[in-house]
């Protein structure tokens, strides 16, 4: 996605170069948020990590891990060791500053998963709008952003999702390609028969040439029982020619896309085991989604397979 500026609250932050506002759900884990919501995040974790724990950690699978955006969305999740991390970036820039990050339990590889094909790599001056898909001109005159000069195309070779043998499970899909999401997922039927959640790039303007409407994404997700859960994160543009002195992110009223978070089986908790329903937990408290992490807490605690009194404390961690 574009490099965009955040808000939570009435916290400010900075203006984005990019003429773009993204509104974040979990704006206390990935943009550090307020002393209280840093506090109240921390305690949240440590209940989490007493509750979730013994049921292994979550692993993560990253397509697009480009860190443009700052913090990864369950970096909670590493920075209390709950997490194994497989991320993919094609762009080496990218992929650099990702080994820069030195993450523990993380392994990340420069290429591009896709349908296991060579395709063409638009790069535009802003790499967060680099994408198989050229940006589509009648987009680029009505929105008001920048940095979409193409710089160059380069063919790059793809690797089905299926075919990565080093992936054994997925219980995490983040995935944020610029239109190439449903490729993926059509390559990655398999692996993803067992993930528990994915968070994912919902496109609710077109932005490229070709790439798939959102119907037939929602359609892919919702055959194989992913339910939508909650919006992480919004993507809004003022109109081009609109900007005046004075205006501030409020008039950012044009939707664009926005990461959707759709969670397997969320109305029929009964067809997950006890260890999916845990790390479910543990991930959902990681993305900042506590009402979920409570959720799976209290489902547990039914099954006899966590203490108790850990509700008492997830309620007093969550009113922090």
Not at 79 to 104: I, R, T, V, W
Not at 137 to 150: R, V, Y
Not at 168 to 176: A, G, S, V
Not at 284 to 312: M, R, T
Request: some cysteine; overall charge negative; charged content about 25%.
């Amino acid at each position: 996605m574009q490099t965009a500026d955040g808000e939570s609250g009435t916290a400010k932050a900075p203006q984005s170069l990019f003429g773009v506002v993204r509104y974040r759900a979990n704006t206390a884990v990935r943009m550090g948020g307020t002393i209280q919501e840093r506090y109240k995040m921390t305690q949240i974790m440590d209940v989490a990590r007493k509750a979730f724990s013994p049921f292994g950690r979550v692993k993560v699978v990253d397509i697009g891990a480009n860190p443009i955006g700052g913090d990864a969305p369950y970096q909670a999740l590493i920075d209390n060791d709950m997490c194994s991390l497989y991320g993919f970036e094609p762009q080496l820039e990218a992929y650099e500053k990702l080994l820069d990050l030195d993450h523990p339990n993380a392994t990340y590889v420069n290429a591009a998963v896709g349908d296991g094909k060579s395709h063409k790599l638009h790069i535009y001056r802003q790499d967060g709008l680099s994408s198989f898909f050229p940006l589509r001109q009648a987009n680029i005159d009505t929105l008001n952003f920048s940095g979409h000069e193409l710089v160059r195309t380069v063919e790059i070779p793809t690797v089905r999702l299926d075919d990565i043998k080093e992936i054994d499970r997925i219980d995490f899909l983040k995935i944020d390609t610029q239109g190439a999401e449903l490729m993926i997922l059509n390559n990655g039927d398999t692996k993803m028969k067992a993930a528990l959640a994915v968070q994912i790039e919902m496109r609710f303007l077109q932005l490229y040439d070709g790439e798939p409407g959102l119907g037939k994404l929602l359609d892919w997700l919702s055959v194989r029982d992913f339910e939508f859960h909650n919006l992480l994160v919004l993507t809004r543009f003022m109109l081009r020619g609109t900007r005046r002195p004075g205006f501030n992110r409020r008039m950012k009223h044009q939707v664009g896309d926005g990461d959707g978070l759709f969670v397997r089986n969320l109305t029929a908790f009964d067809k997950l085991t006890p260890e999916e329903i845990g790390r479910l937990g543990a991930l959902a408290c990681g993305l900042g989604q506590s009402n979920l992490g409570f959720y799976c807490l209290l489902h547990l605690i039914k099954a006899g397979q966590v203490d108790p009194a850990l509700e008492a404390d997830m309620v007093a961690a969550i009113l922090a």
